[in-house]
């Protein structure tokens, strides 16, 4: 049995795959990850410290690159149960830990060299793409409808009171944001569309710097009216 990743092929028995698969849970404990790592430990031989040395400049050269595929194989046309299509992961394979040589005693750089290498890779959970992740809404009331006044500031002496008229305006205020998985939510519609003002409305797009593969949308809608206003902020299911 043999390691391929991308066109570098390990020797026969070459090495030995430790594979572990974590999964990510959200406050919710939704399952929105699944993080897969390969720990490759093995030993290149060769027949002099010249041969070796192109070995392992090979094999670095291979595994400097990120977003290959890598597999088992039992011979060239057989793949076995393990292995990792790069494209169906989210951002590719990765190489997280190069070739690394954590051995230096005895006969380590002669005709052997022992080193190992981690891969990992992340797939999405139980969660559907485009399930939300979080979802969060205020809504807010300001003014009573009744008088409205202020001061006057004359060039000499104190502040005057004035009433400015005697009923005022009532606002209503709308915030949120939600976060989904892979696709960005629709953003909550406007609960008084009639009352809004469109000129202040707000929509902002983002991906959170925590996790790329969540995309967070975030609203603000600003309304105002004669009469009183009613909302309440909108609940949504987390899946």
Sequence with gaps: MFLCYGNYIHANNECAVMISRQGVFNAHGLQTEIVEQWNIQGMLMAGSVAELSVAIRLMEAAYASSGRNVGLYVNANTPTAHGITSAAARGGVRVVVPPSFPQGYGAEYTTFRTYTIVLEATFGGSGVAGGLVSWSEVVGFQGTGGPRWGYLQPMQGP???????????????????????????????????????????????????????????????????HASLVGQPREQTIN
């Excluded at 008084?192 to 995309?215: C, I, K, T, Y």
């Design 159 to 225: 502040p005057q009171r004035q009433l400015f008229s005697e009923t005022s305006t009532l606002w209503m205020f709308q915030q949120g944001s939600a976060v989904g998985l892979g696709v960005y939510p629709s953003p909550s519609p406007p609960l008084s569309p009639a009352d809004e003002h469109g000129e202040l409305r707000r929509v902002d797009f983002e991906v959170p710097a925590d996790n790329s593969h969540h995309r967070r949308v975030s609203w603000s809608y600003t309304f105002e009216s």
